[in-house]
């Protein structure tokens, strides 16, 4: 089964920082970009940050750009999200997945993990 898992989520105060990680398994993930997604209670899930199958591209939402960084290893087949500067806006459930999203077999979004900022 290809699955993807969140972790590394939790609460925090605003200025804060978290680091998340998305392991996948069932299968190698890394000739595929990766994302990370966000959904905030009552909105849409929007795009956070992406990176390229090596590693070597990255791009980030605006409202993250320049407080977030995404990476991978993909000897681990693993995904990371580092957090900085956390604000209130940034308490979500984030997700990762292929980007785009629902490549590479999967069949859903993982179970996400909440990150809570507060103020």
């Known amino acids: 089964q290809v699955q993807l898992v969140e972790s590394g989520g939790g609460l925090v105060q605003a200025g804060g920082s978290l680091r998340l990680s998305c392991a996948a398994s069932?299968?190698?993930?890394?000739?595929?970009?990766m994302g990370w997604f966000r959904q905030a209670p009552g909105k849409e899930r929007e795009f956070v940050a992406a990176?390229?199958?090596?590693?070597?591209?990255?791009n980030y939402a605006d409202s993250v750009k320049g407080r977030f960084t995404i990476s991978r290893d993909n000897a681990k087949n693993t995904v990371y999200l580092q957090m900085t500067s956390l604000k209130p806006d940034d308490t979500a459930v984030y997700y990762c997945?292929?980007?785009?999203?629902?490549?590479?077999?999967?069949?859903?979004w993982g179970q996400g993990t909440q990150v809570t900022v507060s103020s």
């Open positions: 990176i390229s199958w090596s590693g070597g591209s990255t």
């Open positions: 997945n292929t980007n785009p999203p629902l490549l590479a077999g999967l069949s859903s």
């Open positions: 069932g299968r190698t993930f890394s000739s595929y970009a």
